[in-house]
């Protein structure tokens, strides 16, 4: 799977041509336009479900392509070390989310 697909350049041209949908950045990232909404979503199953969800990484306005990658990545890290939660700012309150896996 190729992973990094999406250049700064790109997400600038879909925000502009206001290409509705999801785009793949590869590794579970998307940018997601939907009419004036426009956002990072990163894919991830919770542990013990079949079902793939979505979380929202922030607007294409103000996190960039290289930001999303880095955030998607950190959730990855937080599956791998068995982290039962896709927030950092909740497991550090005590929080227990759903594991995260991309």
Do not use: C, F
Not at 70 to 76: F, G, M, S, T, V
Request: aromatic letters at 4%; a positive charge.
């Amino acid at each position: 799977m190729a992973i990094h697909r999406l250049t700064v350049t790109k997400v600038a041209q879909l925000i502009r041509d206001k290409s509705n949908g999801m785009h793949a950045d590869g590794g579970g990232l998307y940018p997601q336009i939907q009419g004036g909404s426009r956002s990072w979503l990163v894919r991830y199953k919770p542990l013990g479900s079949q079902r793939s969800r979505y979380m929202g990484l922030g607007s294409l306005n103000d996190v960039g392509p290289g930001e999303a990658r880095d955030k998607a990545l950190a959730n990855r890290k937080l599956k791998e070390d068995g982290i039962k939660t896709k927030n950092p700012a909740a497991r550090a309150r005590g929080g227990v989310a759903a594991l995260v896996s991309a």
